[in-house]
């Protein structure tokens, strides 16, 4: 099955769209990735939806990847005493650690970091930033502080702050297990959720060992301040703009979005952006259209993949959602402006051999007119470059690992074949030249550009470049 576009679609599952039925029928109407959130899925549940993915992979013949999200630290308040209270603009407010207080007064919170850490005027936002505090002052067990913006705050509900690098680990111990179980059944990415510094990429990448990919979301703003470290050491990244936009002024997100893009095209590496992206879909059967342009702006702006999230998993439209997507995608990446848009956004090459090998590539493909560029590639790192590129021509990934088809599954552009490793040059070629026919990409007497590395089977050694014609030698 051939995709007719580029950019990918990755979809949650959830209550609405965890059947062998509808999974099927979510790929069939565009998915490439499948996103499974452990703040939801039990492991038996995980278990399951992993075995039903891989058997729907088997049945359409193509690899499909598997994103598992763990859910990282969550903030919260504690218990109210004398439940739910409105608190009032410009009213004084003492916070005190613990799960609860005696005093009416106080709004305990069970997090010793947050006293740790917080400083003089630093904001504190309560329930997705519907309430607002400042910080006036500060203790080892207790913090003062006045309401911005009021309202009513209840048990429980979620604590942001963004003004503060918090001590602790992107990782909890529920992570940890959620994280040994994926890397048990063998999924393709691992997305990591409260990242604040590289140090959060290390310590799951350090566990990961190369199993899987591990995907940076961004959405703390402390985690912009050093993106370009984060970035080198992810394999990919998320725009996560569901909290971003809680802890960041909601007209800044756009410009964010976009930052992160633009970081992680010149990088090379797979970028997400997800959150509400068709949000009314989650009842309606139609998006609106403000939510189409925004399908659309990442879709421009050349991003790897666009994201379902309740939409998908819990919504009333789960299929009509990732049909939508995939014919907003279709439709961009058909525009008479998209190329010179994504063009407008390429980087020079970096002063190495495979970086120059792939800007060749990409003139060559450009200036010959070829219908594909065919990649072989063992860990991925050559349809990785290739993809950087953002050529007009499609890209076929061709690689003896069915655990690197899957994860480059991710990737814009890449349309992922596995095949026994070539033995020489000729083979190579013969090999390329037969599934560029077979799977459409080309036909007799047209021309096709082949990348890869020399010799065979060594991982990273890009450096080979080779124009050849179907039906010929």
């Known amino acids: 099955m051939r995709r007719q576009r580029k950019t990918k679609i990755v979809a949650t599952l959830g209550p609405a769209s965890n059947t062998p039925e509808i999974m099927a029928a979510l790929f069939d109407a565009g998915a490439d990735v499948f996103r499974i959130n452990m703040s939801h899925t039990p492991h038996e549940l995980l278990k399951r939806m992993h075995g039903d993915l891989r058997a729907l992979g088997e049945a359409k013949g193509r690899p499909i990847g598997i994103l598992v999200d763990l859910q990282g630290p969550k903030i919260r308040l504690g218990t109210l005493t004398g439940g739910p209270r409105k608190l009032e603009e410009g009213e004084r407010i003492r916070l005190v650690l613990g799960e609860t207080s005696n005093d009416v007064n106080q709004i305990p919170i069970p997090h010793p970091e947050i006293f740790q850490a917080i400083k003089q005027k630093h904001a504190l936002l309560i329930d997705d930033g519907k309430v607002r505090l400042r910080l006036l002052k500060r203790a080892d067990t207790y913090a003062d502080a006045e309401v911005v913006v009021g309202g009513e705050i209840k048990d429980r509900k979620g604590v942001n702050m963004p003004d503060t690098l918090l001590p602790m680990s992107a990782i909890t111990p529920k992570d940890r297990n959620d994280l040994d179980a994926a890397m048990e059944l063998g999924v393709d990415w691992v997305a990591l959720s409260f990242v604040q510094r590289p140090e959060d990429i290390a310590e799951v990448k350090k566990i990961v060992a190369g199993r899987a990919g591990v995907l940076a979301k961004i959405e703390k703003p402390k985690a912009l301040t050093c993106l370009d470290r984060i970035l080198e050491l992810s394999d990919a990244l998320m725009v996560a703009r569901g909290d971003l936009g809680v802890e960041l002024p909601l007209e800044s997100v756009p410009g964010v979005q976009k930052q992160i893009t633009r970081a992680a095209r010149k990088a090379g590496k797979p970028v997400v952006v997800a959150t509400q992206m ?165 036909q007799s007497g047209e021309r096709v550009v082949i990348t890869g590395g020399v010799p065979l089977g060594v991982t990273g050694t890009t450096n080979m470049l080779r124009v050849a014609m179907l039906g010929t030698r």
């Open 278 to 442: 068709l949000e009314s879909m989650i009842q309606s059967s139609t998006p609106t259209r403000a939510e189409v342009s925004d399908v659309a702006t990442a879709v421009y702006d050349g991003a790897d993949a666009v994201m379902l999230s309740a939409e998908s998993a819990a919504g009333a439209h789960p299929v009509e959602s990732v049909t939508v997507m995939d014919r907003i995608a279709r439709k961009v990446e058909s525009d008479v402006l998209y190329q010179s848009m994504i063009d407008a956004q390429r980087n020079p090459p970096e002063a190495t051999t495979p970086d120059a090998i792939m800007a060749a590539v990409h003139e060559v493909t450009q200036t010959i007119n070829a219908k594909a560029i065919i990649c072989w590639t063992k860990s991925g790192s050559t349809a990785l470059r290739a993809a950087r590129e953002r050529s007009r021509a499609p890209i076929v990934a061709i690689t003896p690992s069915i655990d690197t088809a899957r994860r480059l599954a991710l990737v814009w552009g890449l349309h992922c074949l596995t095949s026994d490793e070539a033995s020489n040059l000729d083979e190579m070629v013969d090999q390329a030249t037969a599934f560029a026919e077979r799977e459409g990409f080309a």
